[in-house]
């Protein structure tokens, strides 16, 4: 029985347990499958980056106000963060990395920057 290749379909010669016929066509066929796995992955983190980017530029001094429509406007994706903090009074904080938001009524957002040291160590 004659073994073809998972990558250009010609016929392997070699081991009986050899999968492509040269390191070339392993390599296409296990890139080819990185790319239709991180497809998703890449679209979310541009998302989030996007998202953080916004936040920042409208949060130059750490704290600021702005309008869901302004947020809007921008760009900005709802439905896309990295964590939530709820604080002592029951406040949801949203982030998106350091920059997050407080929902003060259905129009009205307080921006926030979480000042956070990191060790490395």
Known sequence: ????????GNS???R????FCDDSCRNNHNNRLKVEENFVLRRINSILRKNRSILAKLTPKGKTKVSRKKLIN???NFD??????VTQNGNVYVFCYEY??????EN???LVKREEKLWLS
């Open 1 to 8: 029985m004659e073994r073809l290749c998972l990558d250009c």
């Open 16 to 19: 009986a347990d050899k999968k």
């Open 80 to 85: 896309y963060h990295t964590f939530s903090y």
């Open 74 to 76: 921008a760009g900005f």
């Open 108 to 110: 009205s957002y307080l």
């Open 12 to 14: 392997i010669k070699g």
């Open 100 to 105: 997050g938001y407080l929902v003060l009524n």
